[in-house]
Antibody, heavy 122, light 107 residues
Framework: EVQLVESGGGLVQPGGSLRLSCSASGFTFSRYGMHWVRQAPGKGLEYVSAISSNGGSTYYADSVKGRFTISRDNSKNTLYLQMSSLRAEDTAVYYCVKDRGYGDSLDAFDIWGQGTMVTVSS | DIQMTQSPSSLSASVGDRVTITCRASQGISNYLAWYQQKPGKVPKLLIY???TLQSGVPSRFSGSGSGTEFTLTISSLQPEDVATYYCQKYNSAPRAFGPGTKVDIK
């Protein structure tokens, strides 16, 4: 079964840091671009960050650029999101998502993790 | 960046009704358009990609159409289990932005 399982969320103070992990199984992780999408409580979906299959190319939304770093370890089938200088507006459920097509093709997201909640509050 | 809009923002319809949701892109995106369904408290689910291709396992009452800047998601006969928020997403380039969503419920 194709599966993505996020971990690492929690309560953090403004200005703090957190690292999210996403463990992938059931598919050849190293062949797919991966992404993070977040959803603030009661709000819509916001595209956060992307990384190519070999990790050589990344993208960040303006709202997180310079504060978040996406990375991956293909030997461990794991995606990461290092978050620093966290703000209240970063409070959201963070989803790890997989491209439908392999080889860094431009494609929709066919598999979503269950999400991990990040709360930024003092 | 290309902006995505959706209309209406919410709708209420009866079981069996035909429901149409519109998604517009601020610039042409060819057919690089996906639709997702998010039921209350659940994870988003891919319904349609390439504007009109149904994802495996999605009921045939769902269909998509459009190209360029205007797209539609149609539910041919609304069912109680279709209560959800529907999002469009463009994926022709980064950022793969989502529309603001359309909330569908039963009248």
């Amino acid at each position: 079964e194709v599966q993505l399982v996020e971990s690492g969320g929690g309560l953090v103070q403004p200005g703090g840091s957190l690292r999210l992990s996403c463990s992938a199984s059931g598919f050849t992780f190293s062949r797919y671009g991966m992404h993070w999408v977040r959803q603030a409580p009661g709000k819509g979906l916001e595209y956060v960050s992307a990384i190519s299959s070999n990790g050589g190319s990344t993208y960040y939304a303006d709202s997180v650029k310079g504060r978040f770093t996406i990375s991956r370890d293909n030997s461990k089938n794991t995606l990461y999101l290092q978050m620093s200088s966290l703000r209240a507006e970063d409070t959201a459920v963070y989803y790890c998502v997989k491209d439908r097509g392999y080889g860094d093709s431009l494609d929709a997201f066919d598999i979503w993790g269950q999400g991990t909640m990040v709360t930024v509050s003092s | 960046d290309i902006q995505m809009t959706q209309s209406p923002s919410s709708l209420s319809a009866s079981v069996g009704d035909r429901v149409t949701i519109t998604c517009r892109a601020s610039q042409g995106i060819s057919n690089y358009l996906a639709w997702y369904q998010q039921k209350p408290g659940k994870v988003p689910k891919l319904l349609i990609y390439a504007a009109s291709t149904l994802q495996s396992g999605v009921p045939s009452r769902f269909s998509g159409s459009g190209s360029g800047t205007e797209f539609t998601l149609t539910i041919s006969s609304l069912q109680p289990e279709d209560v959800a928020t529907y999002y469009c997403q463009k994926y022709n380039s980064a950022p793969r932005a989502f529309g603001p969503g359309t909330k569908v419920d039963i009248k």
